[in-house]
C-alpha cells in the first residue's frame, strides 16, 4: 500500500515533468537561516555562524538530487534520456538509421507474418471451448492392416456408455444438390449425432441447433445450416428459421444459422466447407442393423471429460477394449489385434502441416539473425567512429554501465522501430499473404494480427535489439581510453578487437546463409523433380467438370436409382458434350477418377479364392466410360480396355492397374481373375457388388492419386455397369477454359434442369494446385534464401571494403615497393574468401542437421544431396568473391602517392 | 558504507515520525534539531539528509505539509503526522521494540549460557 502510494505520487510527478525544487530551495534557506541564528545566538560572529550552518547541513547537491531522485523515478528518467539522445543520433544519420530500420523491418515483419500462420494453425487450431479436450476416436485393426476402419453401432453405444466422454458423435460427410434457388447448386453436407454441437460448444446465430439429447431414429428433416449458406441461398434472410430447402430433391427445415466463424474440425477442405448440418441417429435406418463387426465409414469424435487427460482417457479405453474383446470373441478375432486410438483432434488437424509451418518459421528466424548481424555490422561500423565521443564521455565521468546502457538503448529504438514498420508492413502485406497460403493448410481460425502476434512481434524486436546491440555494446564497455583518446586524434581506425568481431559475424551470417539455401536448395529439387516425374496420363487440353445426381432418401423421387437409368443419362450426355465448341474427345467418370483428386474412395476388396480374411484389404475404385483411358493417354499394358457393350446386361468387369496386379498378383496373370468391391468408406451412392466382376486389362501406373507416388493399386469399373452418383465429364480438345463451365452447364441442363455444374478445372491446374503446399514452402523458402544471400553478400562487402579502407596506407607502400596489381587484388579476394570458406564450413555442419530434420518434407532426394551441398556452396562462394571483388579493385587502383600522403 | 545510510535512513524515518508524535506540527530544522538534541551526533553533520526523507513520508502519506509563518515569522513548511502516519508509527515502534528485544537477547547470551 505504502509503496503502491508513493510510487503513484512518483509516477504522477515523473508524467506531470514536475520538479519542485523551489520548495526544497526554500526550505535550505529557512534551515539554514534558522541554525544561523541559533550559532549567533551561540556566540558566533555572523560569517562564522552561516559557515558553520551552511557545513551542519551537508552538501546541498547531494541533499538536492537525492530529492529530486525521490521525486520522480530516475530509470525511467534515464531511460527517456537515453531515448531522447538515440533519437537525436538516428536522426543525425538517416541513411544509416533508414538501412538499420529497413532491415529490421523486413526480418520482423517475415518473421510475425510466418507466425501469425503459425499462431492461427499450430497454436490456436480449434476455435472451440476447452478444445483440448476434443479427441477423435479411431478403430484399428493392425491385424488385419486397417487403420482408422469406421465404427460400428454398438461399439458406439459402449464409447458413449464409457463414462471416459462428456459427448460422443459420429459424423458421415457428402454433398448433395441444392435446388429450388435460380441455379442448382452443389452443397457439402454433414449428417451428425444430434449432440454434434454441443459437443463442439458453439451457439447458433440465429435459431437453435439439435437437442443433444435427440433419439429419433434415422435422419431428421432439420437442418442447421452456415452463414455461407444462409447468404448464398437466403440472401442472409433475418427470418430465415421455418423455412426450407431442397436438397437432392429432399425437403429440409431450416432451424438454425451458425455464426460466420464456425467450421467443421474435419480433415479435408472439402469437410471444413461443409454448409449443411442434418441430425443423425444411427440406430435405424439408413444406418446398418447393429452388429459388432459392421464397420460403418463414419467418423467418431468426442469431448472427454472436464480434467481427464488423453493420456488417462486412452488407459481407460484401454481397459474397455479389452473387456469387449474378452465378452465378445466371435466379433474380435484376436489375429485382428482390434485398438482404439484416441488423436487429440488439434493433432489430427494440423498433424502434417506441422514440419512445414516449423520450418517456415526456422528459416524466417535465420533471415532475421542474419538481419540482426547485418545491423550489428553497421552499428560496429559507426562504434568505430564513434569510440571517440565514448572515451571522451567516459573520461568526463560517465560509468560504463550508462554507456552501455545507453548504445543497447540506440540498438532497441532501432529494433522496435524496426517492428513497428515490421507490422505495419504486415499490415499492408496481409490480404497478399493470404492469398499466398495453399486451401489445404488447415484453417479454422482467420489469419489475424492479434495480442498473440503483437506480443510476438514486441518480444521479436526487443530479442533482435539485443542480439545486435550487444556486440557495440560490449565494445564501448571494455574500450581502452587512453589508447582511444591517443589514436583518435588521427583518422578513426577501429580496434583489432572490433575488426575480429566483424569477421565473426560475416562468418555467421554465411553459415546461416548457407543452411537457408541447401534448404531451399532441397525443396528446389523435391519440387522439380515433382513437377517433372512423368505423370502416366497428359493433362494437357483436358478439362473436367464435375455434376452429382440427386440420391433422395425417397425412393421414388429418385430419377437415376438404377443403372439402366443413369446409363441411358450418362450416354446422353457423352453424345452431347462431343458436340460442344473444341472438344475432340469426351469421357465420363466417377469422381475419384479426377486425377489427383482429394477425395479418396476406398472399397473392400475381396479376391476371390481369398474370401476368408476377416478383414478385407482396401483398394481405391472408380468408374469410368471406354473413352477414359485413351482420353488421358493412359496405356493399356494387357488385356483390353471397356467397350460400349460392357453395360448392365453383360456380365461386370474390371480394368485394373500395374500396381494393383503387382500387389495381389505378383509372377500370375491377372486376366479372367475375379473380384468383388464394396462396403468401403463409400458414402452415398455406391453399391456393393454383388456378383463376381471379372477383371479383363491391366493399364500402365499413372500419378492420378498422387505426384508423389506412382504406385497406388487402383481397380477401374465399367460406368453403364455401376454407374456412380458424383460424375466427372473429361473433355480434350481445343477448349476455351473461361467458356467451357457455362457451356457444359447449359448442356446438362439441357439434359436435366434441377442439376449443378461445378469444379470446372483444367488438368493442368489440377496438377499445379497438386503441387501449391510444396510450391508455398519452396517460394517462401527460397525467397529467404536469397534475402539472406544478399544480405551476407553486403556483411561481407561491408567488412573487406572496411579491411580495404583501413590498409590503404599499407597497400599503398607495397605497391610502391614494387607489388603488382594483380598481387594486391589476389590478397584481398583470398581475405574474402578465407571468411566466406569458413563460414561454408560451419554453415554444412550445420545444413547437415537441419536437412535430415526436414526430410518428411523431400521428395526424391537425400537430405545429404552432393549436388545441392555443393552446388549451394559454389554459389555462395561466388557471391562471396563478387562481393568481395569492388572493394579489391578498389584496392588494386590505390595510388601510392595519394596513400601515403594521406595520413 | 551504503547499508549504514540504509539503516540510517530507516531509523531517520522512524526518528521523524516519532517526533512529529511528540511535539506536533513541526518545520524540518525544528525536527532536525530535536533529533540531534537526543540522538546526540548522529544529525551533526548532513542535517540536509532529512529532506528527501520527509518527501518519501510524505510521498507515503506518513506525514502532510503546509506553509506556515515559523517562530521569527518567516515562512516555513510546516509537517504533522496523519491518521496513516499515527498507525505507521504505533506498527513501526512494536517492530522496533520486538527487533531490538531480539537482539539484546543475542548480546546477553553467552557461549556458556547455551545448553
Not at chain 1, 522496435?416 to 502485406?429: E, S
Not at chain 1, 493417354?633 to 446386361?649: A, H, S, T, Y
Not at chain 2, 525536527?31 to 546526540?40: F, L
Request: hydrophobic letters at 45%; a neutral charge; glycine letters at 8%.
Amino acid at each position: 500500500m505504502k509503496f503502491l502510494r508513493r510510487f503513484l505520487a512518483r509516477l504522477k510527478n515523473f508524467a506531470s515533468g514536475r520538479r519542485d525544487d523551489k520548495r526544497l530551495r526554500e526550505e535550505m534557506q529557512e534551515h539554514i537561516a534558522l541554525q544561523t541564528e541559533e550559532n549567533l545566538r551561540a556566540g558566533m560572529n555572523a560569517e562564522e555562524a552561516r559557515r558553520q550552518a551552511v557545513m551542519k547541513f551537508g552538501g546541498a547537491g547531494t541533499v538536492r538530487e537525492d530529492y529530486q531522485a525521490e521525486q520522480g523515478l530516475p530509470v525511467f528518467e534515464n531511460l527517456l534520456q537515453d531515448s531522447r539522445f538515440a533519437i537525436r543520433m538516428l536522426a543525425k544519420s538517416p541513411g544509416f538509421a533508414a538501412i538499420a530500420i529497413l532491415t529490421m523491418a523486413l526480418g520482423i515483419g517475415a518473421t510475425t507474418a510466418i507466425f501469425s500462420l503459425v499462431d492461427a494453425t499450430l497454436l490456436h487450431p480449434l476455435p472451440f471451448p476447452h478444445p483440448e479436450e476434443l479427441v477423435r476416436i479411431e478403430d484399428d485393426l493392425p491385424g488385419a492392416g486397417a487403420t482408422d476402419a469406421g465404427v460400428s453401432i454398438p461399439e458406439f453405444k459402449d464409447l458413449q456408455r464409457s463414462g471416459i466422454f462428456q459427448y460422443v458423435v459420429l459424423e458421415i460427410f457428402g454433398s448433395a444438390n441444392l435446388t429450388g434457388a435460380s441455379q442448382p447448386s452443389r452443397m457439402q453436407y454433414e449428417g451428425v449425432s444430434p449432440a454434434y454441437f454441443a459437443m463442439l460448444g458453439v451457439k447458433p446465430e440465429l435459431g437453435q441447433t439439435f437437442d443433444p439429447q435427440d433419439q429419433t431414429p434415422g435422419f431428421t428433416l432439420d437442418v442447421v445450416i452456415s452463414d455461407g449458406l444462409w447468404k448464398r441461398a437466403f440472401g442472409s434472410d433475418p427470418h430465415v428459421v421455418g423455412r426450407s430447402l431442397r436438397a437432392d430433391n429432399d425437403l429440409y427445415r431450416v432451424i438454425g444459422v451458425m455464426p460466420p466463424g464456425f467450421r467443421d474440425p474435419g480433415r479435408t477442405v472439402g469437410e471444413r466447407n461443409t454448409e449443411q448440418w442434418a441430425a443423425l441417429n444411427f440406430s435405424d435406418d439408413p444406418a446398418q442393423a447393429p452388429s459388432r463387426n459392421v464397420r460403418l465409414p463414419l467418423e467418431t469424435v468426442g469431448r472427454l471429460k472436464p480434467g481427464v487427460t488423453v493420456a488417462a482417457a486412452q488407459s481407460q479405453m484401454d481397459a474397455l477394449v479389452a473387456s469387449l474383446r474378452e465378452q465378445f470373441p466371435g466379433d474380435y478375432p484376436a489375429d485382428n489385434k482390434w485398438t482404439v486410438r484416441l488423436v487429440p483432434l488439434k493433432e489430427n488437424l494440423v498433424g502434417n502441416v506441422r514440419q512445414s509451418l516449423i520450418l517456415l518459421l526456422g528459416a524466417v528466424a535465420l533471415v532475421l539473425l542474419i538481419g540482426c548481424v547485418n545491423v550489428a555490422n553497421l552499428l560496429l561500423a559507426r562504434a568505430s567512429a564513434r569510440s571517440r565521443e565514448m572515451a571522451v564521455r567516459q573520461a568526463l565521468g560517465a560509468p560504463r554501465k550508462r554507456l552501455v546502457r545507453q548504445l543497447l538503448t540506440e540498438s532497441l529504438l532501432l529494433s522496435l522501430l524496426g517492428g513497428v514498420a515490421g507490422l505495419v508492413i504486415v499490415f499492408c502485406m496481409k490480404g497478399l499473404l493470404l492469398r499466398l497460403i495453399p486451401e489445404s493448410l488447415p484453417r479454422l481460425n482467420d489469419l489475424s494480427i492479434n495480442w498473440t502476434v503483437m506480443l510476438f512481434a514486441l518480444a521479436t524486436s526487443i530479442a533482435a535489439g539485443i542480439i545486435f546491440g550487444l556486440a557495440p555494446a560490449r565494445q564501448a564497455g571494455r574500450l581502452n581510453l587512453t589508447d582511444t583518446l591517443r589514436t583518435e586524434g588521427r583518422g578513426s581506425k577501429g580496434s583489432r578487437q572490433q575488426t575480429r568481431t566483424r569477421r565473426v559475424l560475416v562468418v555467421t551470417e554465411f553459415a546461416l546463409s548457407l543452411v537457408l539455401m541447401v534448404a531451399a536448395g532441397l525443396l528446389l529439387r523435391s519440387f522439380w523433380d515433382l513437377y517433372k516425374a512423368p505423370l502416366g496420363f497428359n493433362p494437357q487440353r483436358v478439362m473436367s467438370v464435375q455434376l452429382w445426381l440427386p440420391s433422395p432418401n425417397d425412393p421414388k423421387a429418385d430419377i437415376y436409382g438404377t443403372a439402366a437409368q443413369e446409363a441411358v443419362f450418362a450416354r446422353e450426355l457423352l453424345r452431347r458434350s462431343r458436340l460442344l465448341p473444341g472438344v475432340q474427345e469426351a469421357a465420363l467418370g466417377a469422381e475419384p477418377s479426377i486425377p489427383l483428386h482429394h477425395d479418396r474412395n476406398l472399397s473392400a476388396l475381396i479376391v476371390e479364392g481369398r474370401e476368408t480374411q476377416k478383414q478385407p484389404p482396401t483398394v481405391e475404385r472408380s468408374q469410368v466410360t471406354p473413352e477414359y483411358f485413351h482420353l488421358l493417354e493412359i496405356p493399356l499394358l494387357r488385356g483390353r480396355l471397356f467397350n460400349d457393350g460392357d453395360d448392365e446386361k453383360a456380365p461386370q468387369v474390371a480394368v485394373i492397374n500395374q500396381a494393383m496386379a503387382e500387389t495381389y498378383w505378383r509372377g500370375e496373370d491377372p486376366l479372367g481373375k475375379r473380384l468383388k468391391v464394396g462396403g468401403g468408406r463409400a458414402g452415398v451412392g455406391q453399391r456393393a457388388s454383388k456378383t463376381w466382376i471379372t477383371i479383363v486389362g491391366v493399364v500402365a501406373d499413372a500419378r492420378t492419386e498422387s505426384l508423389a507416388n506412382a504406385s497406388v493399386p487402383l481397380i477401374y469399373l465399367s460406368l453403364y455397369q455401376e454407374t456412380p452418383k458424383e460424375l466427372a465429364i473429361f473433355l480434350r480438345g481445343g477448349l476455351n477454359a473461361s467458356a467451357i463451365p457455362k457451356e457444359v452447364q447449359a448442356m446438362v441442363q439441357s439434359v436435366d434442369p434441377e442439376l449443378p455444374v461445378y469444379g470446372a478445372q483444367t488438368l493442368d491446374d489440377a496438377v499445379s494446385a497438386s503441387l501449391e503446399q510444396r510450391r508455398f514452402s519452396m517460394a517462401i523458402v527460397a525467397t529467404f534464401a536469397i534475402t539472406a544471400l544478399l544480405l551476407a553478400a553486403l556483411g561481407i562487402y561491408g567488412v573487406i571494403s572496411y579491411i580495404v579502407s583501413e590498409r590503404t596506407q599499407e597497400i599503398g607502400i607495397r605497391l610502391a615497393l614494387g607489388a603488382r596489381q594483380g598481387t594486391i587484388l589476389q590478397m584481398v579476394l583470398r581475405q574474402g574468401l578465407g571468411l566466406a570458406m569458413a563460414g561454408a564450413g560451419l554453415g554444412l555442419v550445420g545444413s547437415v542437421i537441419v536437412s535430415n530434420l526436414m526430410a518428411g518434407l523431400l521428395y526424391g532426394v537425400m537430405p545429404t544431396d552432393p549436388l545441392t551441398f555443393v552446388g549451394v556452396t559454389l554459389v555462395l562462394t561466388a557471391v562471396a568473391l563478387a562481393a568481395c571483388y569492388i572493394p579489391a579493385r578498389r584496392a588494386m587502383r590505390v595510388d601510392p602517392m595519394i596513400a601515403l600522403r594521406y595520413e | 558504507m551504503k547499508q549504514k545510510t540504509d539503516v540510517l535512513q530507516g531509523t531517520l524515518a522512524l526518528m521523524v515520525l516519532k517526533t512529529l508524535d511528540v511535539l506536533g506540527s513541526q518545520h524540518g530544522y525544528g525536527i532536525a534539531r530535536r533529533i540531534e538534541q537526543i540522538s546526540g551526533d548522529l544529525l551533526a553533520v548532513n542535517q540536509g539528509t532529512l529532506y528527501p526523507v520527509l518527501l518519501k513520508l510524505e510521498q507515503e502519506g506518513a506525514i502532510a505539509s503546509d506553509w506556515g509563518a515559523s517562530e521569527n515569522n518567516r515562512r516555513a513548511r510546516f509537517y504533522r503526522l496523519t491518521k496513516e502516519g499515527r498507525k505507521q508509527l504505533q506498527v513501526e515502534t512494536q517492530d522496533w521494540e520486538q527487533t531490538a528485544a531480539i537482539i539484546g537477547r543475542f548480546f546477553e547470551v553467552k557461549a556458556e549460557d547455551l545448553p
